[in-house]
């Protein structure tokens, strides 16, 4: 009994002391601890903020924004087009496939649903990233069958 009240007493001045070491480091220091925000992806060239950036880290989190197949095509070329697509995004900001943690998939008809999957299975690499798939009321700007965002690490 005697031992274990020391070391809660050792415990909790530890955290007190981490707490007064963190709250008196300069503004410096704590701003290098903030995790960093960086975009990838084109620039406005209207002078205008972008509406948004196609990919976007924030520390080691890498998040892509929905990626869709503009072109006449069924929704096996779509989804072949976008996985692509997705792929070279994920690469070019320092991450892969195998590295994805969350893929939302939005299906022009949800009747595509099988042959969509047909194409999806196996490119995440052995433990896909969990997924959601809906068909939003409306469809999909720009009339691609498919389009796919994610969430990965870098």
């Known amino acids: 009994m005697k031992n274990q009240s020391r070391r809660s007493l050792l415990k909790g001045a530890a955290v007190a002391a ?5 709250s008196t480091l300069p503004a410096e220091a704590k701003k290098s601890q903030t995790p960093e925000r960086k975009a990838y992806g084109q620039q406005s060239n209207s002078g205008k903020p972008p509406l948004f950036n196609g990919a ?3 520390g080691n989190l890498l998040f ?8 006449e095509g069924d929704i096996k070329a779509h989804t072949a087009h976008v996985l692509d697509e997705l792929q ?6 320092g991450s892969s496939m195998s590295k994805v943690l969350k893929v939302n998939v939005y299906l022009n008809d949800i009747k595509d649903w099988a042959a969509m999957n047909e194409v999806y ?3 995440f690499g052995d ?3 969990v997924r959601t798939t809906v068909a939003p ?3 999909i700007p720009g009339n691609s069958l498919v389009e796919i965002d994610c969430i990965a690490f870098i």
Do not use: C, D, N, Q
């Open 18 to 22: 981490s707490g007064v070491a963190l």
């Open 88 to 93: 070279k995004h994920l690469e070019s900001a």
């Open 56 to 58: 976007v880290s924030y």
């Open 121 to 123: 299975a196996g490119k």
């Open 137 to 139: 009321a409306g469809g």
């Open 127 to 129: 433990v896909p990233p």
């Open 64 to 71: 892509i924004a929905g990626i869709g197949a503009h072109f």
